[in-house]
C-alpha cells in the first residue's frame, strides 16, 4: 500500500513539476502493478483507478512525441469505453480534442472540446 501511495504521490507531484517522462514512468509503473478488479480489495475506488489512467494519460500528452500522443488518446478513449460511470467523460473529450490540436487535426479537436463543453453544462450546479 505504501508504494501504490508513493507512486501516486511521485507521478502527480512530477506531472504538476511539468516532468512528464517521470510521471508518465510513475502512472506505467502503478497501472501494471494495478488490477482493476481487485481494487476494491485495496480499499480503493474505481475513480482512484481512473484517475491513474488519466494522469497517464496527460502524461503522454505532455511529452508530446506523435507516439506518446497516440498512446494518450488510447488512454483517454480507454476511459470513455470501460468506466463511463466514473464521471471523467468530460475530461476524456477534452483529452483527445488536445491530442487532435497538438496533432494539428483542429476539425476533429473542435469536435471533442465541444462533447466535452456538452457534457460539463449537464453536470449539477457546483461541477458546472
Do not use: W
Not at 505504501?2 to 511521485?10: A, E, N, V, Y
Not at 491513474?52 to 480507454?78: C, H, T
Not at 466514473?86 to 483529452?95: H, K, M, P, Q, R
Not at 487532435?100 to 449539477?124: D, M
Amino acid at each position: 500500500m505504501k508504494l501504490l501511495r508513493s507512486l501516486i504521490q511521485d507521478g502527480y507531484t512530477a506531472l504538476l513539476d511539468h516532468r512528464c517522462r517521470s510521471a508518465a514512468q510513475s502512472f506505467s509503473e502503478l497501472l501494471n502493478g494495478l488490477d482493476p478488479q481487485k481494487i476494491k480489495q485495496l480499499n480503493l475506488a474505481m475513480i482512484n483507478y481512473v484517475l491513474v489512467v488519466y494522469g497517464l494519460a496527460m502524461s503522454l500528452l505532455g511529452i508530446g512525441r506523435p507516439e506518446e500522443l497516440s498512446e494518450a488518446e488510447n488512454q483517454f478513449k480507454r476511459i470513455l469505453e470501460f468506466y463511463p460511470n466514473e464521471g471523467l467523460d468530460s475530461l476524456a473529450y477534452c483529452g483527445i480534442g488536445k491530442v487532435y490540436l497538438k496533432k494539428n487535426r483542429f476539425q476533429e479537436a473542435l469536435t471533442h472540446f465541444e462533447k466535452a463543453s456538452t457534457l460539463i453544462y449537464r453536470l449539477p450546479g457546483v461541477l458546472s
